[in-house]
């Protein structure tokens, strides 16, 4: 990519200064990233705005900058060209996709979206496209994966150009698909504005992430604009269960295929059984009738194989390998995923960290339980506290003893979350046991035959977060290592 190329790929962009014909050997928004022959992209971020940088990433060697016009109105040129727009947040997903020849455009790319069983969906469409005999890639909340390696996943929805880099290495492996989580603040950051989606997934919306969206009203439209912006070629999986489903598919442009078990859809589920370790329905719709033994339990992970069924239906893959890929699969890390024990009573470690998760999960688990429920629960740190009383109230209702603890509380005192959690509570249920470690201890000692002990809030997770230190912890490894003291 030469700069002549970076300009026309920026419509409506302003040259100012001379800007020589040059082989661009990197872009970066990071100026201690910048060497020799980069584009630096001044972003103004939450906490830091990218323009107070830009002599330092002409010192490191940039060739180039992208600024804001509005700086560029109180400060003018550089000491090198200038390449002003309107949004450098979207010019860098633009020039990200340019840099890396576009991939999106040849690989199909499907975004899944939604507050809760974003990561499910990944997964189960994985796993149905691996046994089609396809090869695709995954991005999201777990980690990142494909060609057989796995990767740390530090966001949800990586930046511009970690994800268009992704995309890139995933075509040159020889993937055919990528499967994505599309967070909101990834929509609303303009982070995939440069990807050219092959259809999309709604799952739900319900109440998180308000910290940052500060209304519901904000956090849907953020979600929104995924499906505001697929071509009309591309295909849209909606769950018509969700009033705001109903709203994304009046909107979007693309063809839409709705899922649901309680509304008319094209994909229904029907004659559900729960139990403890599976759960059994029927599927119709689409000319077609399969019954599905799915390891998975719960009526919200009901919803997660439907909207998966009905996107493998849309791309043509048939019902019987669709069918034998969902029987085979056994579950996601962290999200009801069953710690086995030999003490009669069964553990469950889940991802579930809003009031509306929480009520499904437990929810679900009173339909197959013969005795108590236990849940382990607190609220993160630094994050939206409008929900901390909600998730109080939901598992004090819903389960028989509560113990309230901290999850990562970052930089807040332990204590003031728990006191907001407790806010919401009108029963005597519950107990507080603010280190985490004793908090499950206390759960699995106090669990008898036929009991069900839900460790919340953290599912795959391997660290907490306490004063801003990372230290390692892992609810699993707790939960084994209680349990082995137990035998």
Request: hydrophobic letters at 40%.
């Amino acid at each position: 990519m030469n700069s002549k190329q970076l300009v026309s790929s920026l419509e409506g962009c302003r040259v100012q200064g001379q800007l020589p014909d040059f082989q661009i050997k990197g872009l970066s928004c990071n100026s201690g990233d910048v060497s020799d022959g980069f584009v630096f992209v001044a972003i103004s971020g939450t906490c830091e705005d990218g323009h107070k940088f830009i002599d330092d990433a002409i010192n490191r060697g940039a060739e180039a900058v992208v600024v804001n016009g509005s700086w560029f109105m109180v400060h003018g040129a550089q000491k090198i060209p200038c390449i002003v727009v309107d949004d450098t947040r979207k010019a860098l997903a633009k020039l990200a996709a340019v840099f890396y020849g576009n991939p999106s455009d040849k690989i199909k790319v499907v975004g899944v979206t939604g507050t809760n069983g974003k990561t499910t969906i990944t997964y189960l469409i994985e796993a149905i496209l691996q046994e089609a005999g396809f090869h695709p890639g995954v991005i999201g909340t777990v980690n990142y994966r494909f060609g057989g390696e796995v990767m740390p996943s530090n966001n949800t929805t990586p930046g511009p150009l970690e994800l268009q880099r992704m995309f890139s290495a995933m075509l040159d492996a020889g993937c055919d698909y990528v499967v994505m989580e599309v967070s909101s603040h990834a929509l609303h950051q303009d982070r995939v504005e440069g990807v050219n989606f092959h259809s999309a997934i709604f799952t739900n919306l319900t109440q998180d992430h308000l910290d940052y969206h500060r209304t519901i009203e904000d956090y849907f439209q953020a979600k929104s604009r995924l499906f505001k912006n697929l071509l009309p070629s591309a295909y849209a999986v909606v769950n018509n269960d969700d009033k705001h489903g109903k709203t994304v598919a009046s909107f979007t442009k693309a063809e839409v295929l709705t899922y649901g078990i309680d509304n008319d859809a094209r994909i229904k589920a029907e004659n559900i059984k729960f139990g403890i370790a599976s759960t059994q329905f029927n599927v119709s719709g689409q000319r077609i009738d399969l019954k599905i033994n799915s390891q998975l339990i719960g009526r919200h992970n009901v919803y997660n194989i439907l909207a998966s069924i009905a996107w493998a239906l849309k791309d043509g893959i048939k019902p019987q390998i669709i069918k034998s890929a969902l029987e085979k699969f056994s579950c996601v890390p962290g999200r009801l995923e069953l710690i086995k024990s030999d003490n009669g009573f069964s553990v469950f470690v889940d991802y579930a960290h809003t009031d509306d998760a929480l009520f499904n999960v437990i929810k679900s688990l009173r339909q197959v339980s013969s005795g108590r429920i236990i849940v382990v629960f607190g609220c993160g740190g630094d994050r939206d506290k409008s929900k901390r009383p909600k998730m109080g109230r939901v598992v004090t209702e819903l389960a028989d003893m509560a113990i309230i603890t901290s999850d990562n509380p970052r930089s807040e005192v332990p204590q003031a979350i728990i006191d907001d959690i407790k806010r919401g509570i009108e029963k005597d249920n519950y107990c507080v046991v603010s280190d985490r470690r004793e908090a499950i201890k206390k759960s699995l000692d106090s669990a008898l035959s036929g009991d069900i002990v839900l460790i919340a809030g953290k599912g795959h997770e391997d660290y907490q977060i306490i004063g801003g230190l990372r230290q390692h912890f892992d609810d699993r490894e707790v939960v084994k290592k209680c349990l082995k003291f137990q035998s």
